[in-house]
Nanobody
Framework: QVQLVESGGGSVQAGGSLRLSCAASEYIVSVSYMAWFRQTPGKGREGVAYIYTGGGGTYYADSVKGRFTISQDNAENTVYLQMNSLKLEDTAMYYC????????????????WGQGTQVTVSL
């Protein structure tokens, strides 16, 4: 059982930055992928950024490419999401998730989820 705890959310003006953290209870290299998803009311969870823990390969949704960076600190068992140039449409609840095996492209493939942290971007 992997427990994930997110932190770092908050309110920020458009154009600003936030860094989200996801602390894992187990070695993150024991899972295949770690990812950040986000969700707004009435919509499904959108995959934002993914990292292959074995090699560090990263993937991003087109909507955040060039603005968000996912990274991992194996010593701290923590995954980060650096969010720059935030836009109004980035407002959402952000969830950290761990996928044990498989292609790990879709939310249903993820085995463990954090409780979420709210990000609100305003003018």
């Amino acid at each position: 059982q992997v427990q994930l705890v997110e932190s770092g959310g908050g309110s920020v003006q458009a154009g600003g930055s936030l860094r989200l953290s996801c602390a894992a209870s187990e070695y993150i290299v024991s899972v295949s992928y770690m990812a950040w998803f986000r969700q707004t009311p009435g919509k499904g969870r959108e995959g934002v950024a993914y990292i292959y823990t074995g090699g560090g390969g990263t993937y991003y949704a087109d909507s955040v490419k060039g603005r968000f960076t996912i990274s991992q600190d194996n010593a701290e068992n923590t995954v980060y999401l650096q969010m720059n140039s935030l836009k109004l449409e980035d407002t959402a609840m952000y969830y950290c998730a761990a996928c044990l095996r498989g292609r790990c492209r879709y939310s249903y493939e993820y085995n463990y989820w954090g409780q979420g942290t709210q990000v609100t971007v305003s003018l």
